[in-house]
């Protein structure tokens, strides 16, 4: 049995897995890998992307660059031209990321659901309750990036941003296993949701959800320079525009886009829970 075998067969055991990656000083590892990633001194360098290979399933093959001076290069590393492939049909609303498909289906109530049996309200996770009304009978699905995936996200059609909230909060894992165990745990981590206003008229909302080791949600149509937690608690109107495609932002680190979409929407038939998709693969028609 290789290492990499045997280290994931430690890591598949609930118990371990989640002490091990929650029942730690979250905010002050998450700090520490937000410096540590960025060192680029060549042994660290090397090491590190030596264990980030080891733990995870990176594939790198797809990257505009082949060597990177740091972790953190690697982790916010972009694609090369045509590396994935755009749906442009306009009825069609793009995946805006790689991603595990996670929990799907139907706003009830106000109410979505992170796994079977664990409800939370949209109210809480959009943080305004004028927010979470626009999407009261209309649909949800969780996008799981993985630590090894392509960490930034596009704009899933034609679109405009008219607000970006801030949410400070916790980091907890968002693995199935965190998922599993920890009640309304969106709602307890820092995200930013993005309500924008799609070229048919449609609205719908991202909901970036940060995580253990995230050290930051970068959106520079907001602040080039800083991440989004620099302006502060709060909404921030906005008015950037991008084409389906585009790229809108990124982690640095794996996490969690929620997507919220009206009810006119529906999600397309190859949609189901478990399967890897890519970004600019469809996930709606309109």
């Known amino acids: 049995m290789s290492l990499r075998s045997a280290l994931m067969r430690v890591a598949a055991l609930e118990d371990l897995n989640f002490l091990l990656t929650n029942r730690i000083p979250r905010h002050a590892c998450t700090r520490f890998m937000g410096w540590f990633s960025k060192v680029e001194h060549p042994v660290v360098r090397t090491a590190s992307l030596w264990l980030w290979r080891l733990f995870c399933d990176v594939d790198l093959t797809d990257a505009a660059q082949n060597w990177f001076p740091s972790l953190h290069a690697a982790f916010i590393r972009r694609l090369q031209d045509g590396a994935r ?36 309200a949209l109210t809480d996770l959009l943080g305004d309750a004028d927010d979470a009304r626009a999407w009261q009978d209309g649909w949800f699905v969780t996008l799981r990036l993985t630590a090894g995936m392509y960490h930034r996200f596009h704009a899933p059609h034609d679109l405009t941003v008219e607000q970006v909230r801030y949410i400070s909060g916790d980091t907890w894992n968002v693995n199935p296993i965190a998922l599993r165990r920890v009640e309304r745990l969106f709602c307890k981590n820092e995200r930013a949701p993005i309500t924008v206003r799609l070229a048919t008229g449609q609205r719908i909302a991202l909901v970036p959800v940060a995580a253990i080791l995230v050290a930051s949600i970068r959106l520079p149509f907001l602040d080039h320079d800083r991440n989004v937690r620099s302006g502060g608690e709060g909404p921030r109107p906005c008015d950037a525009q991008f084409a389906k495609g585009s790229e809108m932002g990124w982690f640095e680190h794996g996490s969690t886009i929620i997507v919220l979409a009206p009810p006119e929407c529906r999600f397309v038939p190859s949609i189901v829970e478990g399967r890897r998709i890519s970004m600019g693969e469809p996930l709606m028609t309109l």
């Open 85 to 120: 492939s755009i749906d442009h049909d306009a009825d069609v609303m793009i995946a805006p990321c790689d991603a595990i498909v996670g929990a799907f289906g139907s706003v009830a109530d106000g109410q979505v659901f992170q796994v079977k049996g664990f409800p939370y």
